[in-house]
């Protein structure tokens, strides 16, 4: 099984930031060390502070995307989640 190393999301509603116009983000596979960084935030922030750390946007740019595209790129990062958990035969976290 191939498993992907990033994945790049097409944004709806493109984001500008240090003089550019983004209209896609890449996201890299997270790894344990950016989870244990994450881990005392909660809800959005929590979401926000995994996006920025993933895409290397900055915490400000990503606070700037449109709802719709946030919560594609939640999918993005539990379909991670659920990659890692099925290469290693384990079930599923939070299941």
């Known amino acids: 099984m ?16 240090e003089g550019k116009k983004h209209t896609t ?31 290397e946007w900055p915490h400000e740019a990503v606070g700037e995307l449109d709802i719709h595209d946030l919560s594609s790129i939640g999918e993005i990062l539990e379909s991670f989640i659920k990659r890692r958990d099925i290469s290693t035969g384990k079930p599923p976290l939070n299941s």
Do not use: C, N
């Open 25 to 55: 983000i890449t996201l890299r596979r997270p790894k344990t060390k950016d989870v244990q960084a994450i881990d005392k935030k909660e809800g959005v922030e929590q979401t926000i502070a995994m996006v920025a750390r993933l895409s």
């Open 2 to 17: 191939t498993i992907q190393t990033s994945i790049t999301h097409q944004l709806l509603i493109p984001v500008i930031f």
